[in-house]
């Protein structure tokens, strides 16, 4: 799967953002997709993830209730929507796709098996 974001750009905090993901090469609908993000000197983090189908959703503690993931199935392409955003929230943001089929999965690292490029978010206070 050869994955594409963008999207990223500069906001003031309190604003909104959606990123894109468009996927290619493979059945996108085999694949559970999901956002990480890395700030400067950090490690790269969990932010959210869907399932295959669509029917399920997973979201990191700091960004639940702000942030909401969605896939369309007929571009192909992944979205979080980006809502209330905080300095806290500057980062690259990155998409990723893997089979995964448990619950518990979804937030490990370890399962994604196709990466974007990253796009940069930058909120500013």
């Known amino acids: 799967v050869q994955l594409q974001a963008s999207g990223g750009g500069l906001v003031q905090a309190g604003g909104s953002l959606r990123l894109s993901c468009a996927a290619s090469?493979?059945?996108?609908?085999?694949?559970?997709l999901a956002w990480f993000r890395q700030a400067p000197g950090k490690e790269r983090d969990f932010v959210a993830a869907i399932s295959r189908g669509g029917g399920m959703t997973y979201y990191a503690d700091s960004v639940r209730g702000r942030f909401t993931v969605s896939r369309d199935g007929a571009k192909n392409t992944v979205y979080p929507q980006m809502n209330s955003l905080k300095p806290e929230d500057t980062a690259v943001y990155y998409c990723?796709?893997?089979?995964?089929?448990?619950?518990?999965?979804?937030?490990?690292?370890?399962?994604?098996?196709?990466w974007g490029q990253g796009t940069l978010v930058t909120v500013s206070s």
């Open positions: 990723a796709a893997g089979q995964i089929y448990a619950s518990s999965r979804y937030r490990d690292i370890r399962e994604y098996d196709f």
């Open positions: 090469g493979r059945t996108f609908s085999n694949y559970a």
